[in-house]
């Protein structure tokens, strides 16, 4: 099955997935950059992007998963119950995750450089966790859902995950939701290309 046929729901994972991918593996870099530069940090842009994280990723992403995806999957591929018991946990670990990394910016933002090194290493743990999750679910779990699922199990997630508009990954055709334009350009601002807008690392 081609991305072009792929049923709506897979394409919004997928797309969201990529969006948030693509700012986790490039925030640390561009933190590495601007330390080794000595440029001060935006903490209004990395709180605008751990905004982000907590506002669709973790409440509405993983919400539809854990509450259509995966009990769908549960039910017609029993052999996927601890997997789908290990993306479960994760799910449950990242809302708690996201508040002690904003806590920690936090940290870092009010006493100065010594919290800094904290920072940046519960970003790196919150990162590689990710993705790695993103992976199995598109390597473990939507395979398992495009081969399964009926037509009325797609009509169902794709009104579900169709239903939001994620303004890191936004459908073709649709404009971003205006409540959430600004924190898109304050994100996009400051991550570098070819992601964001600002000059590529190293330009």
Known sequence: MSALTMPLAVRVIRAEHDALAAMLRTLPLLLAAQRLALVPPDFGALRAMLFYVDEFPERLHHKKESELLFPKLRA???????TLDDLEM?????ERAIRELQHSLLAWEQMGESRRDKFEQQLRVYSTRYLRHMKREETEILPHAVRHFS???WAELDEAFGGHQDPLAPRAGQ???EAYAPLRQRI???LPAPF???PALGA
Do not use: K, M, S
């Open 76 to 82: 017609l591929v029993p052999g996927l119950r601890g």
């Open 90 to 94: 994760d799910h449950a670990q990242g």
């Open 151 to 153: 037509a009325d199990d």
């Open 175 to 177: 404009a971003v939701d």
């Open 188 to 190: 996009l601002a400051e």
């Open 196 to 198: 964001g807008w600002g």
